[in-house]
Structures are given as structure tokens and as C-alpha cells.
């Protein structure tokens, strides 16, 4: 009786903890398409989110790239199918270690900051102090988040995948001594647009989903500096395993076999 009353209560917690999500998330977004909206909170929101998480992004982006085509070239030429790299750098790059490790980078970073924002204005009351200044805080602190993070991230997937394949370029050209034209002509010979819009349709979701659990956690913090650091930690850990979660169901969306 003591393990199923401790499995009912964990079952129960995990429905609480789904359906506040679930009311967050509707409340958010319902916010985002009714005005008033606050352009400048949106675009500081923007500058945090793409601009200042390009370095590490691209830093991220072209290593990739680089080990991608040196991993290719060592087991491909086991089937003396080394003209195949380029293609497997590209698709790689586009469909999946772009997004994912994008959207990981940016997750490790502004969740974090976001959680610990929203996190120490709850515990220090600035959030009750917002609402009687007649201002929504879903309007003024979660809406403009959400925001520039749906916008955001695709951009920096873009310049991701952009470096991601330039590093595999690099190690292709003046590595492995591949003819620099004919490892250009073999990246665009098999590139489809759905390989680059799948990509950019996970980088908007990843967004979204990396602002929303910062936002979340952050903002149903308590507990002064203790709650604010668990709900840091939370925002980071959630956001990476959605990330992950969904990146399998758009790939499924996109590309499944019957």
C-alpha cells in the first residue's frame, strides 16, 4: 500500500504540475496576439536571445561541421565512399545538429537567465509589485520572451547551419585535399528545401519551447535564493529533454516512411 500511495502521489503531482503548464502556456499565448504589447521589451528580448547567443552558436556550429566531415571520411572510406561526405555534412548540418545544438546552446544559456530573471523578481515581489501598477505581467515579462524566442532561434539556425557546413568545408578542402569545387557542387546536389525548412520549423519550436520553461519555472518560483537557483536548474533540464521530445516527433512529421 505504501508503493502504490507513493506512485498515486507522484502521479497526481504530475498532473498538477501538466495542467499549470497547460494554463501557463494558453494564458502566454493569448497575451502574444492581443495588444497592449511592448515593442521594446521585445526587441531587448531579441538582442539577449540572438544577438548575444550567436557566438557560441556559431563556435558550436563550426567544430560540429569540422568533426562531422572527419568522422565521415574515416568510416566512409571503409566503402570507398568518400564523395558522399559533403551530402552527409549538409543534411546532417540542416536537419538535426543544427537545430538540436543550437537550440541546446541557447537553452543552456538564456533559460537559465531567463528562470533566474523572472525567478528573483517573484521571490522579491517585483512581479506583485507589476500587477498592482496595473501592468500584466504575462504582457511585460512573458509575452515579449516568447516572442523573441520564436524568432530568434530559426535566425540563429540559419547562421548555424550556414558555419556548420563552412566548417565541414574547411576540413573537406584543406584536410582531407577534396577539389573545393567539386565539394561545393555535391553539398547543393542533394540539398532539398524541406532539409532546410524542417530545420527552421524545429528551431521555431525549440524557441518557443526554451522561453516557456524559463518563463514557467522562473515565474512559479519561491523559496527565496534556493527556489530561485531549483528553478534555474528546472528551466534548463526541461527545456533540453523538450527539445530532444520534439525533435523526434517533427522528424517523424517530416520524413516518416509508410
Not at 561541421?65 to 559533403?86: D, H
Amino acid at each position: 500500500m505504501v508503493f502504490l500511495a507513493a506512485t498515486g502521489r507522484a502521479f497526481l503531482i504530475f498532473l498538477e504540475a501538466t495542467g499549470r503548464l497547460a494554463l501557463f502556456t494558453g494564458s502566454a499565448l493569448s497575451h502574444c496576439v492581443r495588444p497592449p504589447l511592448y515593442p521594446r521589451q521585445i526587441l531587448r528580448q531579441m538582442i539577449d536571445i540572438g544577438y548575444y547567443s550567436l557566438p557560441v552558436v556559431g563556435l558550436t556550429a563550426l567544430f560540429t561541421g569540422m568533426v562531422l566531415a572527419l568522422q565521415s571520411y574515416s568510416g566512409f572510406s571503409r566503402f570507398q565512399a568518400e564523395g558522399a561526405i559533403a551530402t552527409v555534412v549538409v543534411l546532417s548540418i540542416t536537419r538535426e545538429l543544427g537545430p538540436v545544438l543550437a537550440g541546446l546552446m541557447v537553452a543552456g544559456r538564456i533559460g537559465a537567465a531567463m528562470a533566474a530573471e523572472i525567478g528573483t523578481m517573484r521571490v522579491t515581489e517585483q512581479i506583485d509589485a507589476l500587477s498592482t501598477l496595473s501592468t500584466n505581467p504575462y504582457k511585460y515579462l512573458v509575452a515579449p520572451r516568447l516572442i523573441a524566442g520564436l524568432t530568434m532561434v530559426p535566425l540563429l539556425v540559419v547562421v548555424a547551419d550556414i558555419i556548420g557546413v563552412f566548417g565541414g568545408f574547411l576540413v573537406g578542402v584543406y584536410r582531407l585535399d577534396f577539389n573545393a569545387a567539386s565539394y561545393i557542387n555535391r553539398t547543393w546536389e542533394f540539398l532539398e528545401p524541406i532539409d532546410v525548412i524542417s530545420g527552421l520549423v524545429k528551431a521555431a519550436i525549440f524557441g518557443f519551447l526554451i522561453a516557456l520553461m524559463g518563463c514557467y519555472h522562473g515565474y512559479h518560483s519561491k523559496g527565496g535564493a534556493q527556489g530561485v537557483g531549483a528553478a534555474t536548474t528546472n528551466a534548463v533540464v526541461s527545456a533540453s529533454i523538450m527539445i530532444l521530445v520534439w525533435n523526434y516527433l517533427i522528424t517523424g512529421l517530416f520524413f516518416s516512411t509508410k
